[in-house]
């Protein structure tokens, strides 16, 4: 079978000479290498089989929708670099699209590797497609989101809702282009009863995860996600969608975090993470949330184990609840932690989460922050890449370099500006150390050293 690849469309031609669409991962059980596979092992360091074979093995995942356009791939999951997602969108006291757009710019800018689109305020549509058509980078959504705010002005409660309701937004966010999705089908009957039975602090703290919870308590009913999930994929198949599997159940405090909710919606999850492979939908399986400290590695091999070592995508975790202001530092303590332990996919947290919508400062703030857990945890994990990046940054500080420093630094921009502001134009050292600089005076004495011994 030979193959024609025009990057988010995948064509093959079979020996009949007709042509069908398939996945990135069904390609790559054919053995085919598609073009998205090259530029994510090019990007990564690694050749391309291996990204191949992590693909139809589940272990990667590449999140490209067929009809998402000028969007660069990147590669989620085991042995890549550490990825980072930045939220934005629309809410009903911001519906204006128009700053959603600058900060995706911004993420973009602050080396964000994918965008969700969470948007709630009114044309959901239009600020979902100028997001995707604007951007680069992966594009992900909620489609419960924009089911419940339709639902509510059409019929006044998200009790109300259909499953036509949710299964028409899922195909129209698959056709605009969504990347991936999240689905919060991991919750059923059996899941409500875990949380009714041990109580939590916070309950539930998910919107997507709320909607749904209540849905299913008004109604009496299986959760609609959960109970026609097959036909999901269906539509997940057919534009190339990576679903997301969403953990509608997540801790919001540390006290509710590693109950038997979670854990048994995570059960849920592995065997629907399986269920997607079946079809050759390429799978995310999302985390927690707020997490004590000590108990971080060991939700993040327990999600790996039971989720048959897919690609995870956590939420910080957050590892202490008293610090609205600062929780882009606390997601970063955790974050770190969680992607030495085997999460591969980092959400922001920006300084205004639990307080307000963020806004382009904070998303930059937010977008830093988890690069800088995501690459902490690459240098612990050993990636080349990483370990060569920080190496020359220590060369470009022993040689006083300020300009490579900066062109080197995670954040250049921040780091010029405080370099200005701290210090004289012509000033070889820092400010701190000033004519006392560590580095200045042991050059000195290992030079005339150095000499000496010849």
Known sequence: MESCTVLGYNKNINSKGSDFLATQMQLARQGIITEAMKQVA?????????????????????????????VTPRGVGQGLSV?????????????DPEPELKKLQAAIDAGADSVMDLSTGDNIDASRRAIINASTVMVGTVPIYQVTVETIKKRGSVVEMTKEDLFDVIRQQAADGADFMTIHCGINKKVLDMLTGEGRVMDVVSRGGSFITGWMLH???????????????????????????????????????????????????????????????????????????????????????????????VLGPLVTDVAPGYDHITSAIGGTLAAVSGADFLCYVTPAEHLGLPDIDDVR?????????GHAADIAKGLPKAVAWDLEMA????????????????????????????????????SMCGDYCAVKIVGEYLDKCKNCRK
């Open 42 to 70: 090019a990007y990564e360091g690694v050749t391309e089989e291996f990204i191949r074979k992590g693909v139809a093995e589940g272990t990667i995942a590449i999140p490209l929708n067929i009809n998402h356009k000028n």
């Open 83 to 95: 990825k980072v997602n930045a939220n934005i969108g629309t809410s009903s006291n911001f519906p």
């Open 219 to 313: 109604n009496g009913k299986e959760n609609p996600l959960y109970e026609y999930y097959d036909e999901i994929l269906d539509i997940c198949a057919e534009y190339d969608v990576t679903i997301s599997l969403g953990d509608g159940l997540r801790p919001g405090c540390l006290a509710d975090a590693s109950d038997r909710a979670q854990l048994q919606e995570l059960l849920n999850l592995g065997e629907l993470t399986q269920r997607a492979w079946d079809k050759g939908v390429q799978v995310m399986v999302e985390g927690p949330g707020h997490v004590p400290y000590n108990q971080i590695a060991a939700n993040m091999q327990l999600q790996k184990r039971v989720c048959h070592g897919a690609p995870f995508y």
């Open 365 to 373: 703030e937010g977008v830093i922050a988890a690069r800088i857990a």
């Open 395 to 430: 060369k470009a500080r022993k040689a006083l370099d300020w300009k490579k420093q900066i062109e080197l630094a995670i954040d250049p921009v921040k780091a010029q500006a405080y370099r200005d502001k701290k210090n004289k134009e012509d000033e070889e050292a820092c």
